[in-house]
């Protein structure tokens, strides 16, 4: 990583905004000198123009990069106050506490309707000591829609028939937790449907995003299910795989 703001951003800002934010060194930058730069970015974006704001995002997000390098667990005890970079719309606004997502689906399906931390996959030491809510540990919906029983069948029968090759693979990286993988696989459900609809909930919003073309969850019970959407690819190459 560069030891100095990116050129491209020092000629976008005022001399004495490069001035108020710059380190010569990084070798002697602490965690909390990086909050101060954090800080100082957010209220220069307070009044800046959508072009120099662009700007300003880009070095917060650097400074990002650094904080996460620098940053152990005991360098920021408490989550510092601080508005960050965050995509909201079709605006880019520093605001506190933003949602934070490792999903880049996720990331762009809430940033029409909350204000998200972009890229935030890059910071999660930054995204823990800031206290920022996860998208990721959202409430998730999954609608499956027109089951084809007939490929159902053959998917089930697909999972028992590759479980001895499955298991053997799993346990030479898991050896202790064979037994449990075994069980998984002996009770697994897998069924196939036409499509699978994926609602998530956060932050007062429901949003749709698109799903993966497998999905595999617990029920209550903790029993594992396996839904395939087909024509999607996965289904198929599944069904393939086993003729």
Not at 25 to 39: E, K
Not at 64 to 69: A, G, N, Q, S
Not at 87 to 115: M, Q
Not at 150 to 174: C, D, N, T, V, W
Request: aromatic share 4%.
């Amino acid at each position: 990583a560069s030891t100095r703001l990116p050129e491209l951003i020092a000629q976008a800002m005022p001399l004495s905004m490069v001035t108020a934010i710059g380190v010569p060194s990084l070798a002697s930058a602490s965690p909390p000198s990086f909050v101060r730069m954090l800080a100082s970015l957010a209220k220069h974006a307070e009044s800046a123009s959508p072009r120099v704001l662009s700007e300003l995002k880009n070095a917060a997000e650097w400074v990002l990069d650094h904080l996460e390098e620098a940053m152990t667990e005991e360098d920021l005890p408490q989550p510092p106050d601080v508005p960050l970079p965050a995509l909201w719309g079709d605006e880019i606004r520093f605001e506190r506490r933003p949602w934070a997502t490792s999903d880049p689906l996720l990331e762009d399906a809430f940033s029409k309707a909350l204000p998200v931390l972009s890229g935030a996959d890059r910071f999660p030491r930054c995204c823990k000591a800031f206290g920022l809510p996860s998208l990721d540990k959202a409430l998730k919906e999954v609608c499956p829609v027109g089951e084809i029983v007939e490929r159902s069948a053959e998917a089930q029968g697909m999972i028992r028939r590759l479980a001895p090759l499955i298991l053997a693979q799993f346990s030479k990286r898991h050896p202790g937790q064979r037994e449990s993988a075994a069980d998984t696989l002996t009770t697994c459900v897998a069924r196939c449907w036409r499509r699978i609809d994926l609602m998530v909930h956060a932050g007062g919003v429901r949003v749709s995003v698109p799903p993966p073309p497998a999905y595999p969850h617990q029920d209550d019970a903790g029993r594992w299910h396996l839904d395939l959407a087909i024509p999607g690819g996965l289904g198929d190459m599944l069904l393939e795989l086993g003729e």
